[in-house]
Nanobody
């Protein structure tokens, strides 16, 4: 069982930056692929970025380098650095862990709201 808690969301102006954090209840980074997803009002949930247990990263094409995913293994914490934020980045951002346990099992945090507006 894994609990994930996001933090760091809030209101930011276009062009600004935020760093989101995801704290895991135990050390899972060695066995899990971690990811950030987001869901804007009225839209489907979409993958923002992921990082494997080996450190390989993947990003949504539309982000074009504005976002960076990272982790601190000692702190059981994953981060999402978001720069040059745009109004279309407004969404609830969710932390996800994918762990193989017979089949793949997904754990989710409850999300943190990011609002980009003037």
């Amino acid at each position: 069982q894994v609990q994930l808690v996001e933090s760091g969301g809030g209101l930011v102006q276009p062009g600004g930056s935020l760093r989101l954090s995801c704290a895991a209840s135990r050390n899972i980074f060695s066995i899990a692929t971690m990811a950030w997803y987001r869901q804007a009002p009225g839209k489907q949930r979409e993958l923002v970025a992921s990082i494997t247990s080996g450190g390989s990263t993947n990003y949504a094409d539309s982000l074009k380098g504005r976002f960076t995913i990272s982790r601190d293994n000692a702190k059981n914490t994953m981060y999402l650095q978001m720069n040059s934020l745009k109004p279309e980045d407004t969404a609830v951002y969710y932390c996800n862990a994918k762990i193989y346990s017979g089949g793949f099992v997904y754990y989710w945090g409850n999300g943190t709201l990011v609002t980009v507006s003037s």
